[in-house]
């Protein structure tokens, strides 16, 4: 069962890009990553999933080293509303392991 | 198109009583996946179904019980309730039959337990 490992909390300004990067150093072959994010008293929202290299939507990039320890979620140019927890997670594409760590906290100012 | 809708929103409950909450998937959705999120961490998996059959159960005591109806709804069930079960319930829906695998799982509002 892959854990993974993310900064608490990070800080960020209106119109900046935000990366947040996530460790899981035992990740399995079979395993994706998956990325949610959560506002408060609200459930999850999916925001963007991979296995390898770089991965793009309309709302974020994530990149994935040739080795796979890490991920990276990139948020360009945030905005307040993009003030959440961002919760990475790791499992297979058919399995049912996947854990929800604490998250990241992400905070947005003015 | 309606979301995963969820059962009650909130619920005031005492210790030891019983209490059931409700889910419905997102139409053509044959996953129903729940989750407890107590406050300040992530979510955890208590169960996932998938075509009416329990396809993954999390480490949570056999007072949590759950089913999956013929039209994909979903109910769980918690006996003998203690205050350490508040938290929000989530109830999560999506096509595949792995609760957050390869295909996108959309998660309902929630529903707040309380406990007293």
């Known amino acids: 069962l892959a854990k993974t490992t993310q900064p608490i909390s990070m800080d960020s300004y209106e119109g900046q890009e935000v990366n947040i990067t996530c460790s899981h150093n035992?990740?399995?072959?079979?395993?994706?990553i998956t990325w949610y994010q959560q506002f408060p008293s609200q459930g999850p929202r999916f925001i963007i999933q991979?296995?390898?290299t770089k991965v793009t939507n309309e709302v974020a990039s994530l990149f994935i080293p040739a080795d796979r320890k890490s991920s990276t979620l990139s948020l360009p140019r945030v905005s307040l509303s993009d003030t959440a927890v961002y919760y990475c997670?790791?499992?297979?594409?058919?399995?049912?392991?996947?854990?929800f760590g604490p998250g990241t906290r992400l905070s947005v100012l003015p | 198109d309606a979301g995963v809708t969820q059962s009650p929103t909130h619920l005031i409950k005492t210790r030891g009583q019983q209490v059931t909450l409700r889910c419905s998937p997102i139409?053509?959705?044959?996953?129903v996946s729940w989750y407890q999120q107590v406050l300040g961490q992530g979510p955890q998996f208590i169960f996932q179904?998938?075509?009416?059959?329990?396809?993954g159960r999390g480490n949570f005591p056999d007072r949590f019980s759950a089913r999956q109806f013929p039209n994909y709804s979903s109910e769980l069930n918690v006996n003998a309730l203690l205050l350490g079960d508040s938290a929000l319930y989530l109830c999560?829906?999506?096509?595949?039959?792995?609760?957050?695998?390869?295909?996108?799982?959309?998660f309902g509002q929630g529903t707040r337990l309380t406990v007293v």
């Open positions: 999560a829906s999506s096509l595949g039959d792995s609760p957050l695998g390869y295909t996108e799982a959309f």
């Open positions: 035992n990740i399995a072959t079979n395993d994706y």
């Open positions: 991979g296995y390898k």
């Open positions: 997670l790791v499992g297979e594409a058919y399995g049912q392991n996947f854990v």
């Open positions: 139409s053509g959705h044959k996953s």
């Open positions: 179904y998938y075509e009416k059959e329990e396809r």
